[in-house]
Every structure is written in C-alpha cells, then in structure tokens.
C-alpha cells in the first residue's frame, strides 16, 4: 500500500501542489529579493533537473520552482542547500521579507533596508500564527516595494532640520519638495512641519548640505491586497532607532496572535475589533512601556 503523503505538512515548508497529480510548485525563501549569483545558478540547475527547466518569479520577489515531483522533494531539497538556497513558507505563518534595494544602492534611500529585512527575516519568519503574515520594506516616500499592503510595512523616511548658515538660497529645495512643505520668505528658508512627509528629498537635493537629516522609519498596519483590500495605516510617529521598531513590530505580530481569529488576516481582527486596542499596545511599545 502506498504510503499517504501529507501534502499539508509539505506545503508548510513551502511545497504547493499543483493541479498535474504527484507535482508541485517549491517556493524559495528570496530575503529582500536578493540571491547572488552562485544561489541563482543553483536554482536554474535544480530547474533543469527536476523541473521543466524554468522558475516562476513572484509578486513578491519570491522564486518558485514548478513541476517539481513530490518523490523528488527531499533531493531538491538537498541540492539546493548546498548551493545555499532555502525554501520559504506557505499556509498561516510568516512570510519571507521583501524588500527595495535601499540607501546601499538607490538615491533615493533613506534606510537600509536589505539588512533590516535580514533582521526581520530572522525574528519573525516562519512563526505560526493564525493566518499568513506579510512585512515589506521599502527605502522611501517613492514606495517602490508599496509598504501598504502589507501586514506591517516599513518606509525609510528622515527628521530634517535646516542649516540656515549653510543655505544659499538657491530655492533648489523648495522646488524638490512635492508636499508643498517648504517656502522662501527673505531669503530664508521655512518649513511647515505639519506637510513635511519625511521624503528628505531636501536633504539629498540641496548642494551646500544646509538640510541634515536622521534616518527613521514610518510604520503602517494591517494593509492587505487579495480578495478584499486595505491600506495599511501609520498608527504611531516615525521611529529613529531599531530598538524603538522591533518593539513596535513585537507588539503588532503578538496583538494579532492574541486576538486574531482562526484564518482571519490582521486587517480583519483590526476592523473586527477597533482600533483602540492596538493603538493602545503599539504606543506602549514605542514609548518603551510594560505591553
């Protein structure tokens, strides 16, 4: 007699079955997008040989392998750790992290994101929870990888303040700024904080250094994009350190996990319950409070 396969646990470690019977489509754990090239070439040889000689690129950055048999699903497994590729998740858990590619290669960044993604990636991912949960990050106000619809998105942002001794009045920075946030008055520059966004787009088009700015990150909640969407909301101020976000992210996973229902996605509990609650948690946690 055959030995049943269970294709639930399998699909847990990432495995997916596809509608062919025996078959299956292996999602890989792609942290913020990024694979070197050794990693991409291994994936393509275990295409080749177990597949049908092609990958599946995700909506989230993600790379899936198709037509892969389940009697074969351990030794791709096992040619692909030795070439440094793992598999991801499916089913109520934590997502992979995805990522833009950040202040270490775009202009336009204002944080780091790929190791914050790493750090993410290492607290959270994989860990049970009632339904599937998604983080992305995101470099700045351009919102390359849209933070939004995400569980819990992350955008890099700046605090800025102005030098007026360094300034010129060259204006540049005025014209950079898209909210309508900066003005020349007397050949001073003034800001109304209450339009800033935090895009520091003053900061990296002014050519004396007259705006400094301080890297943070802008944190919104229970966004979700599938059968039924939602734009995730800043619930709490920008955070400047990481100590600050990751008990920020801590309480929004564990506000979830305490009183989400069943399959039923962090925007759902929100709705569900208010909003009260997790403001109330996620403002202990960013004013380093007892939860």
Known sequence: MAEKIDYKALKAGGF?????KG?????????GGNL??????TVAEVAEKYGHGYVHMTSRQGIEI??????DLEKVKEELQEG?????VCGPRVRTITACQGSEICPSGCID?????????DRYFGRELPHKFKFGVTGCQNNCLKAEENDVGVKGGMTVEYKEDACISCGVCVKACREGALTMKDGKVEIDNAKCNHCARCVKSCPTDAWVGTPGYIVSFGGTFGNKIHKAEELVPIIRDKETLFRVTDAAIDYFEAN?????????????LGDEGIR???DKAYQGKEV
């Open 66 to 71: 198709p037509f892969i048999h389940v009697n």
């Open 84 to 88: 440094g590729v793992y598999t991801g």
């Open 16 to 20: 997916m079955s596809q509608k062919q």
């Open 280 to 282: 109330e948690a996620l």
């Open 23 to 31: 078959y299956g489509s292996l999602r890989l754990a792609v942290v």
């Open 36 to 41: 070197d090239a050794s990693a991409i070439k």
């Open 113 to 121: 994101t790929y190791t914050l993604a790493q750090e993410l990636n």
């Open 260 to 272: 989400a229902k069943p399959s039923e996605r962090f925007r759902a509990t929100l709705t569900r």
